[in-house]
């Protein structure tokens, strides 16, 4: 009798084991289905650093599985490919852009991917800037540290948002002194189709430069943001809502861009875009921002 009840409970520890296991496991690759192709490895890097932001829908898990799991390991091999190239041909170079986010949630849209939970933000964004970036030849840096989580944990209002990104900034620029360019990453407020635009068949976000004139030294700032907003518009013709300049009572005015005339603000899409659509405007400010900086006697691209 004492024996068939050690062994039942044996049997209930060892399926509770398997079925835990079983579900970590479904957990890592249910996120990667129905994502772009284009960043789901940028996507699946960053969610290693991030997990507790990705949550499990288990119906959806049962459901979905087997083809995820398959796509998850014909793109493993890829991503392992792609980061070892990474390794070779970067590891010598330093990081000379800086990417942010002052407001750290802005959120994309999401209904494509909202069966899995997955609420694709400004964050996202950074490592797409990036891995476009390190493609032509630039290495950057992006900033870990959640503003707003910081903001929070001080008790301190949103609008002190610029506050705490210029001291992760200084902060950045001290342990990276070979940093020249600092990109701030937005996501407007505005409705879908004013953020949306298709340039040769395909859906880009449009962006947006924000400029504030009330940094001493606007004129050094908004030189720069002319050179990249030409370059857009003479190769994405209307992707660019243009330079918006702001100043006066209820807004910041400066933006941190007294730090550097390299500075910028940039607003990526608005709350209708796609992740997609994002990742597609990303790839044009990659080719902005190389132009500017190839042009340019600071620095040089090997």
């Known amino acids: ?67 995820i799991k398959k796509s998850f390991n014909k793109t493993k091999n890829n991503i392992s490919a792609s980061n070892k190239n990474e390794e070779v041909l970067f590891n010598n170079i330093e990081p000379i852009v800086y990417i942010y986010n002052t407001h750290s949630k802005e959120e994309y849209n999401y209904q494509k991917n909202n069966v899995y939970n997955i609420i694709p933000t400004v964050k996202e964004a950074n490592y797409i800037l990036e891995s476009e970036l390190k493609k032509l030849g630039i290495n950057s840096i992006i900033e870990t540290n959640d503003t707003i989580d910081i903001l929070n944990m001080r008790s301190l209002p949103y609008s002190d948002s610029y506050k705490i990104s210029r001291e992760l900034l200084e902060n950045k620029k001290l342990e990276y002194p070979s940093l020249i360019y600092f990109i701030d990453l937005h996501r407007d407020s505005v409705e879908r189709k004013i ?51 702001k100043k006066g009572r209820g807004v910041n005015g400066v933006y941190n861009q007294d730090f550097s005339s ?32 190839e042009s340019n006697n600071m620095t040089k691209i090997e």
């Open 1 to 67: 009798m004492i024996g068939d009840i050690l062994k039942q409970k044996i049997i209930k520890i060892v399926f509770i084991f398997i079925l835990f296991i079983t579900i970590y496991f479904i957990s890592y690759t249910v996120t990667l289905k129905d994502l772009p192709k284009n960043i789901i490895s940028i996507l699946n890097r960053k969610y290693k650093n991030e997990k507790d932001n990705y949550k499990l829908d288990l119906v959806s898990i049962v459901v979905n599985n087997w083809n």
């Open 195 to 245: 953020t949306t635009i298709e340039i040769d068949g395909k859906s880009y976000a449009k962006t947006m430069f924000l400029l504030g004139l009330e940094n001493p030294n606007y004129e050094e700032n908004k030189k720069v943001m002319n050179v990249l907003n030409t370059f857009l518009e003479n190769n994405y013709k209307g992707l660019s809502r243009g330079i918006y300049e």
């Open 262 to 293: 390299n500075a910028i603000l940039i607003e990526v899409g608005g709350v209708g875009n796609t992740i997609d659509e994002v990742s597609n405007s990303l790839k044009a400010i990659a080719n902005s921002l190389y132009s500017y900086i």
